[in-house]
């Protein structure tokens, strides 16, 4: 989740030409008859107009999972403690590395199984029902449309975090450069215009610019961060090694947000001319993967280490107005998130589309979109107006979201496939994902129960937290 991570990215491959339509199974297996699923090779069968080299995919996966997520671990750290915060961590972005390549290797699998050359997130979820246990196929149609919303959702609330978190940047430091005494809520409304135009974009090549600007803006500002970070001596001795028992689902549901990309997966793996490489020791996901959790540990703690107690939903947020490099981080990655909105609606208006477009005349598609397309940011817009508190509405994301569609039904997913002679010795596969699947429930239930909680109390208990 950076929490970019799973919105795509007009400058990474998209995926293939072709859909899973144009791939009957029926007939696929009548023509590969004398084949059995170990000899039939999907990579081969792959047919890819631009396919994306492994560095580029590489490439593409860091880019996706260093966004702004990043910039949440320090308050992350601040609701787990240092030595917790640590271990926790790391474990997290495992058990989050696991889940994305199971999926992708059931991917693999049931490519084989079906003769189908390329599966993306969804449609691996159906084929996974159809071809499962007789008692669950009637669930397959439920399953594809599960994963396609729970995606909608988590795009959708993701940009509801994106408003936010524009609003509060610009708040700070417009209110302290100006003078001026206005609600956060206020530059909600603002933000909605700028908002309003860049969500009208309907083609990714349109987008290019303003996701180009906004990696700029972002690698400039942790850079600035970074030096605020490290620019003075560290003290350690007043940070707790763990913070309380009562905070912990917080911490796992902002981890979970930031370090969680299952949405961008499939496409980067679908496009690689090599997707042989995707998985595998070193492969493209253990790298990328790996370089995001040391990264995300580092700015974590040592970003906790700095600002303690103080710890904001963005570090970003925690860095000195008084100095106008800092006051330039603020407004460049309050930029950068602007201009990445976009790409954030792109995708899940993109699902969304597909799905009624069929429904509504031709002659009144255009018309149709900028309506729903306004409709839906203004609601955005709205619930962003509701809980204008950046830190439990990250935790609430994260909780009912992430874990649920980057945890929970990729274990899901692995389980059905093997089912039932497939699991390995001792059912293994079977009980390592009943506990992942456990923590993943886990996650979603406590996080998303203590950040409602702290939602209403920052509502009810102090209705001017946000002046």
């Known amino acids: 989740m950076g929490d970019e991570k799973v919105r795509g990215d007009p400058s990474a491959p998209s995926a293939p030409q072709y859909t899973v339509g144009d791939f009957n199974s029926t007939t696929k297996l009548a023509d590969s008859q004398i084949l059995s699923d170990a000899e039939y090779n999907p990579f081969e069968h792959r047919q890819i107009e631009k396919p994306n080299s492994t560095a580029g995919s590489l490439i593409h996966l860091l ?51 079906t003769r189908i050359p390329v599966l993306g997130f969804a449609e691996t979820a159906e084929r996974v029902f159809q071809y499962g246990p007789a008692k669950l196929r009637p669930l397959a149609g439920f399953s594809k449309a599960f994963v396609d919303y729970a995606l909608m959702a988590t795009y959708f609330s993701a940009g509801c975090v994106y408003i936010v978190f524009i609003a509060t940047s610009f708040h700070d430091v417009i209110n302290h450069e100006t003078g001026n005494d206005w609600s956060v809520r206020i530059y909600i409304l603002l933000t909605m215009i700028p908002i309003l135009l860049i969500g009208q974009i309907r083609e990714l090549k349109y987008l290019v610019p303003f996701s180009a600007l906004a990696n700029l803006f972002i690698v400039v500002t942790f850079g600035i961060t970074l030096y605020y970070i490290f620019k003075d001596s560290l003290e350690f001795d007043d940070k707790p090694m763990f913070a309380s028992f009562g905070t912990l689902p917080l911490f796992f549901s902002t981890v979970i947000f930031a370090m969680e990309g299952i949405g961008v997966v499939m496409p980067v793996e679908n496009s690689m001319a090599k997707p042989q490489h995707f998985l595998g020791c070193p492969g493209v996901l253990n790298t990328a993967m790996g370089t995001v959790i040391v990264l995300y540990a580092v700015i974590g ?131 390592k994902n009943v506990i992942f699947g456990a923590f993943s429930i886990f996650a979603l239930v406590a996080g998303a129960y203590v950040s409602i909680k702290d939602i209403i109390e920052l509502y009810t208990d102090n209705d001017d937290h946000t002046e």
């Open 63 to 113: 880019k996706s999972s260093l966004g702004t997520g990043i910039l949440a671990m320090p308050v992350a750290f601040k609701n787990a403690g240092l030595l917790f915060g640590a271990i926790g961590t790391v474990v997290i972005g495992l058990i989050c590395t696991h889940c994305v390549h199971i999926l992708v290797k059931t991917s693999h699998m049931v490519c084989q199984r």
């Open 301 to 431: 703690f040592f970003g906790y280490v700095r600002f303690g107690d103080e710890s904001k939903g963005s570090v970003t947020l925690n860095l000195p107005l008084e100095d106008s490099l800092a006051v330039a981080a603020q407004i460049l990655i309050a930029l950068a998130i602007l201009f990445t909105f976009g790409l954030q609606f792109y995708v899940p208006m993109d699902i969304l589309w597909r799905k009624i477009h069929d429904k509504i005349p031709k002659n009144k598609h255009m018309i149709s979109q900028i309506a729903l397309r306004s409709g839906i940011m203004i609601l955005m817009g709205g619930i962003g107006l509701a809980v204008p508190e950046l830190e439990p509405f990250i935790g609430l994301v994260g909780a009912v979201f992430f874990s649920s569609l980057g945890l929970f039904v990729p274990c899901v997913v692995e389980t059905v496939f093997l089912w039932p002679n497939e699991l390995g010795k001792f059912r293994w596969v079977l009980i």
